[in-house]
């Protein structure tokens, strides 16, 4: 963060937009949806506290701030000349639907774009090998999509060739590209994107962030993480049920967040039974006085049952010394080692160890979260962020990502959002609230 300028919060444009836009021509219209129009000088800043502010008042250096997203007057593309795709990769989020159908709608309906189609199975649909055959999409063909998770293009993992997929957007005469997926799918639309500058072509490639880790550097929120942390949550309170059902009963709930307890985090502060809480952020000794398996084992003893909520990334260090081996999937993420599975192994085999009959019950929802469909407040977000992600499209800004910071839409250029990823700050009050919540030591180590 400390490195980046103002510059790098610079999104890249294809050229002047020139034309003026169809709902700026509806806008005096006593029915028209749009009353607000976004000047490019319009922008968000990042620090909003008195003391940045003033700080930023007495430096030459600009303070960062995101331009704000929304409609623009004037327009790049010619709506009845425009061709536009739409295209998700990566592993599954709640909410996927909903983005394709804002897209289409806001194309069509607010832009007359009338020309948009699907690519299937992720960067797959691409290349002609695969024999995925482009869908095209209207309003009638996504209108009842949102009722269903999942992504109705389906997706994929694994890298393709990025020449042969410039080929193909080149001669399917593609003018947008929205790229849907996590910091693979934006990475890949980044490289698409120098390869469309390197041809000298005039295409926008334009990305909605979709990672249900809320691992986004600049955003303060991910589509999908509401509606997972809540469905976490319910899980989470019937694991309660598991725990307190038995005599000196413990239940393991496993979530997600392969670097980032989020979710894990959010779903505890929600159904503040749980005891602890396990994230990659914070690390924990297993044995010893201070370790976990120590203090849960204190803890059963008071109260007779447990609820514990750990998060895929959490505790990785522990598997170091078994197997050094890394293994990675089809698009080179690290595969993490089954923490809930080892866990749960290891509670039982200490309980028995130190003589106390438990019952140890483990639970991972994992792959129901992620299909399932999204509650009403992602689904209005989504709808806002496709809607936001086509307002930018066509005024000509490209290689960009929406995201939202302080209540408002912004547009960042996709390196900037790829940089790093955003994690919980141990010192900071989300996880500080988690603590308090939990009453779990502070820290589970032993030196
Ligand atoms: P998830 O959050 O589920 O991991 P993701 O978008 O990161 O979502 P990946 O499978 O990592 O999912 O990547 C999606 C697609 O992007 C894959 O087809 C992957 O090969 C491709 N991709 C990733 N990085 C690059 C890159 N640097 N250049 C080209 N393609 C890439
Ligand atoms: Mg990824």
Redesign the pocket.
Known sequence: MNDLTRQDFEVTRLGKATLTSPLYKEYKKEDAPHKEFIEDSRRIIYDASLSAFEEARNSDADPISFLKAGPRKKIYFDPSKTKAAIVT???LCPGINNVIRGLVNGLYYRYNVKNIWGVQY??QGFISDYGHEMVKLTPNVVKDIHLFGGTILGS?????D?SAMVDTLERENINILFTI?????L??NH?IHEEIERRGLKIVTAGIP??IDNDVNFMTKTFGFDTAFSTAAAVVRDAHNEATGAYNGVAIVKLMGRDSGFIAANAALAMPDVNFVLIPESKFDLYGDKGFLNTLKKRVEERHHALVVVAEGAGQHLFEDNENEVVKDK?G?IKHKDIGVFLKDEITNYLKEQDMEATVKYIDPSYIIRSEVAIPADSVFCNDLALNAVHGAMAGITDFVVGRWHNQFTYLPIPVATASRKKIDIDGALWWSVLETTGQPVDMTND
């Open positions: 990769c990566g592993g992720g960067y994929s993992r694994g890298r393709q990025i997926g996590g910091d693979g799918t990475s890949g490289v979709k990672t698009s993420n």
